[in-house]
Structures are given as structure tokens and as C-alpha cells.
């Protein structure tokens, strides 16, 4: 290279090193990323360039996320969630966190219009006064908490946890945990109403083909009426299915992989007159199909809870999808089932904590078949969405011992699923039993819970059941 080239080659090196230095650090960060996209989400930059944005989808401080037909949450570099309801616009002005440095992390947001629920990270857990959503009526500051806004003509806002203060050009107003505060414009000062914001009902979900491709949408209100408490489910695709089958000790194929359906790998299913589950189907991940019929076998233990519904088959030849692709055929004598539980995947998950109580569920049975179906006694959940972790208390009697599970530890598996194992006390076991549960969220807001379970009796022997569970 000659001495002209070289000298305009380290000048052009020399500016790109003093701009760089000039930009701030969080310019060229991701503060967050896209972790479900449903419907017509677009990103704009500060320069306005937009782009589609799908699960995964990174962001930086100035980009505008604008949902319209669609909906998206994001989780923020701190911990932090937001949902975006539809037609929502939502600009992050100005974030950045950094572990080694939190004092200097900020989180200044802007809502243009629509609404959303959001949890607080970090940074509006430890640095209150770095944190503000603004608004064209009023500003909103946390005290670290879960709330939600709407924005029209005024704000509405609700505080599901903790405290936020909404400021005006008329003043501020603190709000605590469960109080509801309204602004009619920005000259008027919020006050306290009785009903909290009614955001949009859910619209469309996405639903992916098993090689993670876009596949299609549907409207999940045109399927099903979450009011609609008592009524059997379609048939159809778009099924979330967790099984627990077995029928003798030496094929404890409890979980069929896939067939706990998360978006991706979606079931399909035919029901009999009665609402039971009769087959079931999906792609197992572009391997081996996954099959189930229930054959000449018997239907027991029905029950629907909206956008959920249990059973069992029993006393008769059926096939069961198994964990390497297919369907192996099972004679189901005695006692022995296959336990099902089935609903409508949640397409929006939440981002605060709730607790569930027992819907329903099938009467435990052995994979061996001996004795006769046993008793759910009680169970219970409880989920921080927002930490990503779950526990399930459980109590069952099974040929007249009892068996107490209590704080398993499962993880939420995204999206909507989760998975877990733990111990069992019993004196049915030598020392103690080992529980493994596998389930999914159902209906809007995660309203119901669905999960399978295998009980191992000290390796002699397989509980299988499950249950159904409704938020509190």
C-alpha cells in the first residue's frame, strides 16, 4: 500500500475510534429482547427504520415497539417484563443496567398509546428515581411493583403489587397494591377509582410448525368462551396435551415426549360424544408422528374446567403415544390407565405470581394395574412468572397409602410449559418416592393449569395421573 493509502486508511480507523468513544455504552447494547411475538409487531429505531419483530428479536434504547394487530413481551437486561397489549405503542427512551454498576443504571420509558402490563427488574427495585414510564397525561414512577396501564384520551392504571405515583401537571398520587387510579387529562390530578382498566381481549395466537416456521394464527375467542365453564372442547388443532400412561412395570412410558405441546408442536385431538379425549396427534418435532386411540378401552374420570379437560382410558386395548415417535399398543387391565389432561395453550403468559387450586383430576392408578384407582386428596400451585419458577403441593391415596409431594420445584419452560421432579413421602415407599410432573398454562392470562405426573414407588411399581388446576 502507498504512503497516501495508508495514511487515509489509519485516518478513516482514527474517526471511527473517536466516534465510538463519543457514543455512550448502551447505544450499541441490547436492553432486552423479544420473547413472544404474536400478530403484527414492528420495531422502529431512532432513525426510523422498522422491522419485523419475532421471538428473540433484540432491542436497544430508542427503539418503539409497535404491536397493532399483535401482541409482544419483552424481558429487559435486569429481570424485568413487559406486555404489550394490541395496537400499543411503547418506546424505550433511554435504559441501560449494569450488575457491577447499579447506580448508574436508568429505565425511562415512554407509552404513546394502548396499554400494557409490566413486573420491574432491578433497576426499578433498587434506583425508585431512575425509573418513569411516561405518558402523555402523566407520568408514572415505582416504588418496585407489578402494574398495569391503559392509555387513551386519559390513564388508567392498576397496581397488582408493591406501589407506583403518578405524577400530572396537577400533582402526584401515590397508588398501593390492588388500588386502581385514573387521570382524565394532564391538567387533572389522578385519583382513586373502584374498577381497575379493562385491557383488550385476547386476539390471535401464533402457532408454529414443528421446524419453528410461522404456520398460521387463529382466534381463540371464535373456539372457545372462558365463561363457557362446563362445555366438552372441539375438535381441532392448537391443543397443549400433557399424558401419563403405563400398563404394567416393565413399560413405564409415563411422558410422550411432544406430546407436552408447547406453540411448535401443537396437537391435534378428536373428542367422543361425551367430551372425552379419543385420539390425539402432533409431528414430534418432524420425527415420528405421535398417535393415541383409545380403541375398545373405557373413558373414566371426565371433567372440564374452561379451557381445560381430564380423563382417563381404562379396562380395554387402546394406543399410546410413546416417547420415540408413534403409538405402541397397551392392554389396560386391571386398574391401569392413560391419563390425560388437554386445553387451549396460553398465547400471552403474565409476569406476576398467582396460585392455583385444584380443578379436578383422575383417580391415580399403578402402571401394574393391582388394586383400584386412588384419590386425589388436595394439590395446589403456586407460579412467579416473572422469576420463571413454580411449586406444586400434591396429596394422594393409592391402595391405602397416602402420598404427600410437597414443594416440588419445577422451572417454566417457555412458552407456557413447565417440568419438574422432587420427592415423595410415603410409607407405601422404602425411603421416599420420586415424583416427575410435566404441564402447560391454559386460557387467557393463564386462568387454568394442566399437568401428567409418574410417581416411581421405589422402582417396583408407577403412580400415573393428572390433574387440572384453576387460578385463584
Known sequence: MNSSGTRRALGAMFIAVIIMAAAPPQAFADVGRIVFSVGDVVGIDSDGRQR?????????AGDTVRTQ????????????????????????????????????????????????????GIVGKIRKKAYQLRTPVATVGIRGTEYLAVLGNSLTVHVGDGEIEVCSNAGCTPFGAHQTGYVASADSRAVRVAHPPSLAPPQERQVYAYNGGYQAQFDAGARFSSSDTRTPL????????????GDNVSLPDLFAT????????????????????SEYSNNNLGSIPITGDV????????????????????MGSATAGSSSGGSVPVNLAGSSSHHYVIGFP?????????????????????????????TMNSADLVADFGKGT???????????????????????????????SGSTISSGCVSSCFTNVEGFFAGDDAS?????????????????????????
Open 52 to 60: 419485523r419483530l419475532a421471538k428473540g428479536s433484540k432491542l436497544s
Open 69 to 120: 394487530r399483535g401482541r409482544a413481551q419483552i424481558r429487559f437486561t435486569d429481570g424485568g417484563y413487559t406486555s404489550l397489549q394490541p395496537n400499543t405503542e411503547f418506546r424505550i427512551d433511554d435504559f441501560h443496567y449494569d450488575a457491577k454498576r447499579v447506580e448508574e443504571s436508568v429505565g425511562f420509558f415512554s407509552l404513546l398509546k394502548g396499554g400494557l402490563r409490566t413486573i420491574t
Open 234 to 245: 372441539p375438535d381441532g388443532p392448537f391443543y397443549a396435551l400433557a399424558v401419563s400412561w
Open 258 to 277: 411432544g406430546l407436552l405441546s408447547p406453540p411448535g408442536e401443537l396437537t391435534n385431538a378428536g373428542f367422543d360424544s361425551q367430551g372425552g379425549l
Open 295 to 314: 380403541g375398545s378401552a373405557q373413558l373414566a374420570d371426565l371433567g372440564f374446567a374452561g379451557p381445560v379437560s381430564w380423563g382417563r382410558w381404562t
Open 346 to 374: 396460553t398465547a400471552v403468559m403474565p409476569t406476576n405470581t398467582a396460585t392455583y387450586s385444584l380443578a379436578g383430576a383422575t383417580s391415580p392408578t399403578l402402571a401394574s394395574g393391582t388394586g383400584g384407582p386412588g
Open 390 to 420: 413454580m411449586a406444586l403441593n400434591m396429596d394422594m391415596t393409592v391402595n391405602g397409602s397416602n402420598y404427600v409431594t410437597t414443594d416440588l420445584r419445577m422451572s417454566l419452560d417457555s412458552p407456557g410449559t413447565f417440568s419438574g
Open 448 to 472: 387454568h393449569a394442566g399437568l401428567g405426573y409418574k410417581t416411581d414407588i421405589s422402582g417396583t411399581d408407577y403412580i400415573n395421573g393428572a390433574a387440572a388446576f384453576k387460578k385463584d
